[in-house]
């Protein structure tokens, strides 16, 4: 396992990933799940201003894209813009098993761990914080969407008092503004604590959103 500080390239079993290891016992885990056509090397920009002392994993999508890059789901004809909450279970649970195989074999507990995406990589990250409520300490999710089909009320009293952080800009031309502020408050409604930042730019952060969540991982 790496000890470093500068994110290397590594690979596990199936898996291709970035990885940051502090050089001491890290304090917190988190994952970085980039966008469509994405990969491993998307996500480090977002992570690049956090405490030192925080591992980062930044793990490949599991599905090619044709036109290049990664997703993590497969696009099947006519769900373009439909992506449902089954579409992303194979990702997600693929993942979550990744963790717990790469996790056992470098000795490190990561009964819970954080996590950042990225427009899909945001609905992979509201995905998992719906079937694996437990395993997530705390997420931030950057202009996405909840995928179809998210039921929340089975999973509310385990989302109660999480912190969320979300992210969106009113120009965004990919993903309307319209599916984070429902995601405010379907949170809010299970009692999550949401810190929210709205920006008047495209379908990217802000440089006060950035800020806004660097702040955010350092506080909690």
């Given at each position: 396992?790496?000890?470093?500080?500068?994110?290397?390239?590594?690979?596990?079993?199936?898996?291709?990933?970035?990885?940051?290891?502090?050089?001491?016992?890290?304090?917190?885990?988190?994952?970085?799940?980039?966008?469509?056509?994405?990969?491993?090397?998307?996500?480090?920009?977002?992570?690049?201003?956090?405490?030192?002392?925080?591992?980062?994993?930044?793990?490949?999508?599991?599905?090619?894209?044709?036109?290049?890059?990664?997703?993590?789901?497969?696009?099947?004809?006519?769900?373009?813009?439909?992506?449902?909450?089954?579409?992303?279970?194979?990702?997600?649970?693929?993942?979550?098993?990744?963790?717990?195989?790469?996790?056992a074999t470098a000795g490190m507990?990561?009964?819970?761990?954080?996590?950042?995406?990225?427009?899909?990589?945001?609905?992979?990250?509201?995905?998992?914080?719906?079937?694996?409520?437990?395993?997530?300490?705390?997420?931030?999710?950057?202009?996405?969407?909840?995928?179809?089909?998210?039921?929340?009320?089975?999973?509310?009293?385990?989302?109660?008092?999480?912190?969320?952080?979300?992210?969106?800009?009113?120009?965004?031309?990919?993903?309307?503004?319209?599916?984070?502020?429902?995601?405010?408050?379907?949170?809010?409604?299970?009692?999550?604590?949401?810190?929210?930042?709205?920006?008047?730019?495209?379908?990217?952060?802000?440089?006060?959103?950035?800020?806004?969540?660097?702040?955010?991982?350092?506080?909690?």
């Amino acid at each position: 396992m790496p000890t470093t500080t500068d994110p290397q390239i590594l690979t596990f079993k199936d898996w291709s990933f970035r990885m940051r290891m502090p050089a001491v016992k890290p304090k917190r885990f988190l994952i970085l799940l980039h966008g469509w056509k994405g990969d491993e090397n998307s996500m480090l920009v977002f992570a690049r201003n956090l405490a030192t002392d925080i591992a980062i994993l930044a793990p490949r999508g599991i599905f090619t894209v044709p036109e290049g890059g990664y997703s993590w789901r497969e696009i099947r004809p006519g769900t373009w813009g439909l992506a449902s909450l089954e579409d992303f279970r194979p990702a997600a649970e693929a993942l979550v098993a990744f963790v717990d195989e790469w996790a056992a074999t470098a000795g490190m507990d990561l009964d819970q761990f954080d996590l950042m995406g990225f427009s899909q990589g945001a609905a992979m990250t509201y995905t998992l914080a719906l079937l694996y409520p437990q395993r997530i300490r705390q997420l931030a999710a950057i202009s996405g969407f909840i995928p179809e089909g998210g039921q929340f009320l089975p999973v509310m009293p385990r989302l109660n008092g999480k912190q969320v952080f979300i992210s969106h800009g009113r120009k965004d031309d990919v993903v309307p503004v319209e599916q984070s502020r429902k995601a405010v408050l379907q949170f809010e409604q299970a009692g999550a604590l949401v810190t929210y930042c709205e920006s008047d730019t495209g379908h990217k952060i802000s440089k006060e959103c950035l800020k806004a969540l660097e702040m955010f991982f350092g506080k909690y």
